[in-house]
């Protein structure tokens, strides 16, 4: 069974940083695509990274134009881990992040594992 774990959320100040940290088991995990999905206050689900299956420096990394080179995916797949660097931290990051992996070339949306999400708090 396919389980993902998301940790590290929390409350940070506007500038802050934060490393969302996601543990993925029942799979093998070094040929699954992970990403980082996000639901802000009043909003849809949007991605906010993803990386590829394989090893580094294989590896290809896609963020979302808000992200503006403030956060960094990452995978360790000698611990079937992938992470999300977040740094400078704006008001408008509140929200759920969650993880997510799927089977190369298949949609997170329509066959990804979700984890249960991890609450990210960046006050005004």
């Known amino acids: 069974q396919v389980q993902v774990v998301e940790s590290g959320g929390g409350w940070v100040q506007p500038g802050g940083s934060l490393r969302l940290s996601c543990a993925a088991s029942g799979i093998n995990f070094s040929l699954y695509t992970m990403g980082w999905y996000r639901q802000t206050p009043g909003n849809q689900r949007e991605m906010v990274a993803t990386i590829s299956a394989g090893d580094n420096p294989s590896n290809i990394a896609n963020y979302a134009d808000f992200v503006g080179g403030r956060f960094t995916v990452s995978r360790d797949n000698a611990k079937n881990m992938v992470y999300l660097q977040m740094n400078s931290l704006k008001f408008e990051d509140t929200g759920v992040y969650y993880c997510?992996?799927?089977?190369?070339?298949?949609?997170?949306?329509?066959?990804?594992?979700w984890g249960q999400g991890t609450q990210v708090i960046v006050p005004p």
């Open positions: 997510t992996a799927t089977k190369t070339g298949y949609s997170f949306e329509m066959f990804g594992a």
